[in-house]
Nanobody
């Protein structure tokens, strides 16, 4: 069983911050690249950010979140994170984490990601 469980979502005001966590079980996350996707009502699912395997620190971001979101990982805790700052109403979505056995995460090609979490709701509203 390969499982990812997201947590940390909730309701936040515009300009606020949240940190999402993605905890892995059943496998060692260290060797996987990790991505965060999101899906807003009425829109297609889109890639938000991804980070390559191990401790490479190589990360990609969607243009809409650059400078505001930071992806990271703690391999000792088998957990990945998405720090979300300066949140905007358009960030409202269900956020999913996903893992790929590829070392590098250079795109958000969904078939590369074989393990998915259940999603966590992020709502940005006054």
């Amino acid at each position: 069983q390969l499982q990812l469980v997201e947590s940390g979502g909730g309701l936040v005001q515009p300009g606020g911050s949240l940190r999402l966590s993605c905890a892995a079980s059943g496998f060692t996350l260290d060797g996987y690249s990790i991505a965060w996707f999101r899906q807003a009502p009425g829109k297609e699912r889109e890639g938000v950010s991804c980070i390559s395997a191990r401790s490479s620190g190589i990360a990609n971001y969607a243009d809409s979140v650059k400078g505001r979101f930071t992806i990271s990982r703690d391999n000792a805790k088998n957990t990945a994170y998405l720090q979300m700052n300066s949140l905007k109403p358009e960030d409202t979505a269900v956020y999913y984490c996903a893992a790929s056995p590829r070392f590098f995460c250079g795109s958000f090609y969904e078939p590369d990601f074989g393990s998915w979490g259940q999603g966590t709701q992020v709502t940005v509203s006054s």
